[in-house]
């Protein structure tokens, strides 16, 4: 192969690897970015599961203190009811004492409350209303007898009392444990929520570390390829530069041994005596000959 084949063969190459080069190039700028990206990423999920996590274990310090308060609550709670069930008992006693046998008070003053209701609500005979009229003021009668009892006798007041304010704090304190329980549920769902949110970012995140991974290692092989490419074009370009150069020293030999051919022809019709011409004598000149 002759050196102009040889220098457009390496022309060729060096304009196919020029090629390859921006290709390598554009696919390296393009996993960089989609690295800064993925980098970016992470460390916005990164601080998603932090938050998760801080706003999780506040909910589940918050739920563990509630429950603190709903366990004092219910042993609250608890002795009420005891001393409740206490008074109710020697109430009952005092009532089967003092008042004579028959309903209770509160079960006379339920009867006559129903009465009362259906005598307003419903459409009755003559009949039956002398009935309920006549059974209404039966009951009244007990009722008052009990009352009347009920105001005379000190113990039974006072137990009676006792067992009211008993009933009313025992209440106080069920409703109390329900409100704390709800609370402390509701705080409940929200530490699974969060602690849920967390797993659910940290699986995002081992997809993202892994594609992050990926990417760097392909950014850096797009960039090796880069660099080999500029480093096989240096050497395509010297080759050319040292066929040219091999081209450039050939053809000024060539040119050299024309002149000299030519220089000794003249030089051969000098000595013979023939007249010169100026072109002559410059060509003579130039190759040395005088």
């Given at each position: 192969?002759d050196?102009?084949?040889?220098i457009a ?5 060096k304009?196919?690897i ?21 980098k970016?990423?992470?460390?916005e999920?990164?601080e998603e ?15 563990d203190e ?5 366990a004092k ?5 608890s ?7 206490n008074v109710?008992?020697k109430l009952i006693?005092?009532k ?19 009465l009362?209701?259906?005598q ?6 003559k009949k039956e209303e002398?009935?309920i009229?006549?059974?209404?003021a039966k009951i009244?009668?007990e009722i008052?007898?009990r009352e009347?009892i009920l105001?005379?006798n000190?113990?039974l007041?006072?137990y ?5 304010e008993?009933k ?6 069920h ?6 329980a709800?609370?402390?549920q509701?705080?409940?769902?929200e530490?699974?929520?969060c ?8 699986k995002?995140?081992r997809?993202?570390?892994r594609e992050?991974i990926?990417?760097k290692i ?19 370009e010297?080759?050319i530069?040292k066929?040219?150069e091999?081209?450039?020293?050939t053809?000024?030999?060539?040119e050299?041994?024309i ?8 030089y051969q019709r000098?000595k013979r ?13 130039k190759?040395?000959?005088?």
């Amino acid at each position: 192969m002759d050196l102009k084949a040889e220098i457009a063969e390496l022309e060729k190459e060096k304009k196919e690897i020029k090629k390859k080069l921006y290709e390598a190039k554009g696919e390296r700028e393009k996993l960089n970015k989609l690295t800064v990206e993925l980098k970016k990423r992470k460390r916005e999920l990164i601080e998603e599961i932090e938050k998760y996590k801080k706003e999780g274990l506040m909910h589940k310090k918050r739920r563990d203190e509630i429950n603190s308060q709903v366990a004092k609550a219910k042993e609250r709670r608890s002795e009420l009811n005891k001393e409740y069930e206490n008074v109710k008992k020697k109430l009952i006693e005092l009532k089967k004492k003092y008042f004579p046998k028959g309903p209770s008070l509160e079960i006379l003053i339920q009867r006559r409350d129903a009465l009362e209701f259906k005598q307003m609500t419903q459409q009755l005979s003559k009949k039956e209303e002398e009935e309920i009229i006549e059974q209404l003021a039966k009951i009244n009668k007990e009722i008052k007898e009990r009352e009347k009892i009920l105001e005379s006798n000190e113990e039974l007041r006072e137990y009676v009392k006792k067992e009211k304010e008993l009933k009313e704090k025992s209440d106080r304190e069920h409703k109390k444990v329900k409100e704390l329980a709800e609370k402390a549920q509701k705080e409940h769902f929200e530490m699974i929520e969060c602690f849920s949110r967390v797993n659910q970012l940290k699986k995002e995140l081992r997809k993202i570390e892994r594609e992050y991974i990926l990417s760097k290692i392909n950014a850096d092989r797009a960039h090796r390829e880069f660099v080999s490419y500029i480093k096989k074009i240096r050497e395509i370009e010297e080759k050319i530069n040292k066929a040219r150069e091999i081209m450039k020293r050939t053809e000024k030999e060539k040119e050299k041994d024309i002149l000299l051919k030519k220089a000794d022809e003249i030089y051969q019709r000098f000595k013979r005596g023939e007249k010169l011409s100026t072109e002559d004598l410059l060509l003579l000149q130039k190759a040395g000959l005088i």
